[in-house]
Every structure is written in structure tokens, then in C-alpha cells.
């Protein structure tokens, strides 16, 4: 055998053992999609359920920001952590596993979000009866599940991300 005929059944045998270890791109994105639209739903929960106290209270705009944040993280482990929670895992464990499948997805989905609702002029001055401000959210949160769905396909990828929660199902 030659060393360029054993070096291509090598490669061979390399291939096809990856094919059957490394998920299919197609399989990774459907799960990166499924994790953004879970972390997305609690996202915006959230980050509506804030922007609406904050314009109905009259609060600042960073204060208005501040409110969204916080309850989008609120929601987002609150979902994860009711799915874990069924499976029968301890309270504890719950937070942690919350914790390490959501916060850089949260994070980066409210990054996203947040940056389009103060750049967008007047969608933070904007009133709830006003269409500014709820084309401006919805603008927003789509931006943020187009640029977190990589994010999360990345992590997905590494057994980070919403791959910890997939023991749980």
C-alpha cells in the first residue's frame, strides 16, 4: 500500500467517525433556533412586560431599560428552570442549570434589543398607543433572535448554552 493510498483510507475512516459523533448542521441549527425562540419567549416577557411599566410609570429611559433587563432574565430562567424543575431536579441544581444554558443568550438577546429601542429616535419616548413603539419592540426582538441564534448554535455546538438543558427533557 502507498503511503498516499493509506493516507486517503485514513482520512476515510477520520470522516466517517466524525459523522457519526459531531451533530448535523442541519440538527445544530434547528436546535440553536429552538433554543433562541425558548430564550426569546421569556426575553420578551420581559423586556415587553418592563418597557410597558416603564412608559406607563413615566420612568427614564435607562431606569425604563433597567426594568426590561431585569425581568427578561427573570423570565428567561424562570421558563428553563420550570422545564428542569418537572424532570425532578432539585431547586438548587435548577438555578444552576438556568444559569448556564440562559445567561449569554439572555444577555446577548438584550443587548441586541436594548441598543435598537434607544437608537431607534423617540421609540423610548414613544407611548403605548403610539405604533413607534411597538414596531420599534418588535423590530427589536427579531433582531435579537436573528443575532442570538448563532450565539447559541456556537454554544450548542461546545455543550454549552441549551445543550446542559437537553438532559433534562
Known amino acids: 500500500m502507498t503511503h498516499s493510498a493509506h493516507g486517503h483510507e485514513h482520512h476515510e475512516h477520520h470522516a466517517h467517525r466524525h459523522e457519526h459523533h459531531a451533530p448535523s448542521p442541519g440538527a445544530s441549527w434547528r436546535a440553536a433556533a429552538q433554543a433562541t425562540l425558548h430564550c426569546l419567549t421569556g426575553c420578551a416577557i420581559g423586556e415587553v412586560l418592563g418597557m410597558v411599566v416603564g412608559t406607563a410609570a413615566g420612568l427614564h429611559n435607562a431606569a ?53 429601542m434607544v437608537g431607534v429616535p423617540g421609540a423610548m419616548d414613544a407611548g ?21 441564534g448563532p450565539v447559541n448554535r456556537w454554544m ?14
Open 156 to 169: 450548542i455546538d461546545r455543550g454549552r448554552g441549551h445543550a446542559v438543558v437537553h438532559a433534562y427533557h
Open 64 to 116: 425604563t431599560v433597567l426594568v426590561s433587563v431585569a425581568l427578561a432574565f427573570v423570565f428567561g430562567y424562570a421558563l428553563t428552570m420550570r422545564g428542569v424543575l418537572r424532570a425532578g431536579v432539585p431547586v438548587r441544581r435548577a438555578v444552576r442549570v438556568a444559569l448556564a444554558a440562559d445567561t449569554v443568550s439572555i444577555a446577548v438577546m438584550e443587548l441586541i434589543d436594548n441598543t435598537v
Open 128 to 148: 403605548l398607543s403610539d405604533a413607534l413603539f411597538w414596531v420599534s419592540l418588535a423590530v427589536s426582538l427579531a433582531l435579537a433572535f436573528a443575532v442570538t
